[in-house]
C-alpha cells in the first residue's frame, strides 16, 4: 500500500510503499477513503507527544470500508462502510464498562499508537467496541471529521459543558474543533460568540454560523459584552494557546465553566484566583466514546449537523506531506483522499 511516512520528527514526510497491515485478531483492516488532517497529527510530527516513535504514519480521523476481519470480531463484516472514535477504548476494562472509553487506559490511537489512515490501509484495534457504521451517502471528507474533531467538539459542548437550547457558548479558537463546535451548538439550538486572532478564521466561524467573532484584543469585558447578561455560562478553548485560555476563564460568569479541548505544547499558567473567587469549574475533554456517537449520527441523519461544511480543501496523499508540514491556514479544514 501507499502510505506517508514520517522518519524525522518535524521533517517534511515522504509517500512511499509500505507492506499492506493484517488485522489483529480484535481488529479489522479499513480501506481509507477519506481522513482529515487534525492539529495533533501536526503535534505528533512535531515530536510533541511523548508516546509516538519514528518512523511512523499519521492519521487517525478516518472513514473508510473494512476489507479484512480479525478472527475475534463479531459485529463487523468486510464492506461495511465504517469510522471509528480516535480513541479506541480497549471494551473490556471497567472504564470502557462505565461507558468512558475515551479514557480508557488500555486505549490505542491510530497514527500515535500505531500506524494511523494517511495511507491506503489501516488496521483498527477493538473492533466490537469502537466502529461506527456510516451511511452509503455520506460525503466521505465530513464523515471522517466525525472521527475526532466533530466528536470531540460534541462532548465539549453537550456532555462536558451541558450547553442546550437558547444558550449562548464561547468557543476560543476558529481551527477543526471550534469551527466543530459552531456546528454542533447551531444543532442544539444554542448560539455561538466566538474569538480567535487570525481575520480569516473569525469569518469562518460567520459563515459557519457565529453569532458573532471577536479579536481577542476586546479583553474579558468585550467578550462578555458580545455574549450577554453576565457573560457566558460555558467556554470551550478550542486553540490551544495560554492566552485563550486565560481570556476564557476571565470573561466566564459565576460559576461558570470552561471546557479545554485544545492541545496546549507547554504548561499555561491559569489565572487559579479568579477560578476561585468566582467558583468556576475547569474541565478537560478528550474525544468520544463509540457508545456516545448514536446521538450525534442522529443529528447529522437529521440534517441539523453537516460536517461537510467543515472541509475547504481535499487532497491525494502525494499533497498530504506538504500539507502536514506547512503552517496551519486559518479557518482551513484539510481532508486526505488517498484516491485522489
Known sequence: MRAVLVEEFGVAPTVVQRPDPVPAPDGVVVAVEATGLCASDRFAWRGHDAGVVVPFVPGHE??????AVGADVARARVGDRVLTPFVQGCGRCATCA???????????QPGFTHDGSFAELVALRFADANLVAVPDDLD???????GCRVATAFRAVA?????????????LGAGGVGLAAVLVARALGAEAVVVDPAPA???RALDLGATDALDPAVGPDGVRAAVGGDGPR?????????DSLALGIRALRLQGTLVQVGLLAAEPTVPVPDVIAR?????????????????????????RLDPALLVTRRVGLDAAPAALAAPPVPGEVVVVEPSR
Open 159 to 171: 456532555d462536558r459543558g451541558g450547553v442546550r437550547a437558547g444558550d449562548r457558548l464561547l468557543v
Open 279 to 303: 467558583e468556576l469549574a475547569l474541565l478537560g475533554s478528550h474525544g468520544m466514546a463509540a457508545a456516545d456517537y448514536p446521538r450525534l449520527t442522529e443529528l447529522v441523519a437529521s440534517g
Open 234 to 242: 460555558v467556554a470551550v478553548e478550542a486553540a490551544g494557546r495560554a
Open 98 to 108: 462505565a461507558g468512558q472509553a475515551q479514557v480508557c487506559p488500555h486505549q490505542e
Open 62 to 67: 478516518l472513514v473508510g470500508r473494512v476489507v
Open 201 to 203: 478564521a473569525r469569518q
Open 140 to 146: 466521505a471528507g465530513g464523515a471522517a471529521l466525525l
